[in-house]
């Protein structure tokens, strides 16, 4: 019998899990946002946790499907945003994912996934919480991508548009966590 997965198809894109360590591969646009959230064991420690939960996918408005409630490598989740028919769907996989280590010190925490066929763009995203020596809580966001079709490439400034607005969006959900709002 052959398991039923929520997306279909395959990673389509160069560099599978280059945003893990920063990269993007040659062709793709990339962007970095990297943002103070506060101080704290216990403020990384809800960002990260949260991160790894899916929270800020669901705290920027989008409406998340998953086959794994907790980020696993493998999982694939799917994202929309929009209304009934109107909904634009975003199906990814998770390539890499760092847990919070246990102690303190200066770490980080979070998962990166990939774009699946269905997906507006080809490329990757990467989440991850950290925490530096001196306590300070920080989350950077690290996307790279192309429009995955004619279509899509058509509506290039509005799909940039798009995406700053989401990591913007990303980072509010980010801050709320830190600050332990519910």
Not at 2 to 8: N, Y
Not at 51 to 58: D, F, G, M, S, V
Not at 143 to 159: E, H, I, M, T, V
């Amino acid at each position: 019998m052959t398991e039923r997965r929520l997306a279909r198809g395959e990673l389509n894109y160069p560099d599978i899990g280059a945003t893990e360590h920063g990269g993007s591969p040659a062709g793709y646009r990339k962007v970095a946002s990297r943002t103070y959230l506060g101080e704290g064991a216990a403020a990384y420690h809800r960002v990260a946790e949260g991160i790894l939960a899916w929270e800020l996918q669901r705290r920027s408005g989008l409406r998340v499907r998953t086959e794994s409630g907790v980020v696993v490598p493998g999982a694939r989740v799917v994202s929309g945003f929009g209304v009934g028919p109107f909904r634009l769907n975003a199906p990814c996989e998770v390539i890499w994912v760092h847990r919070p280590a246990p102690g303190g010190g200066p770490q980080s925490a979070g998962f990166g996934y990939g774009s699946l066929p269905g997906h507006p763009v080809r490329g990757e995203e990467s989440f991850v919480a950290e925490i530096d020596a001196q306590g300070r809580v920080f989350v950077s966001i690290t996307a790279f991508s192309r429009p995955s079709n004619w279509f899509y490439a058509a509506g290039g400034a509005l799909a940039r548009r798009a995406q700053r607005l989401m990591t913007s969006r990303y980072i509010e959900g980010a801050r709320q966590l830190a600050a332990g709002e519910s």
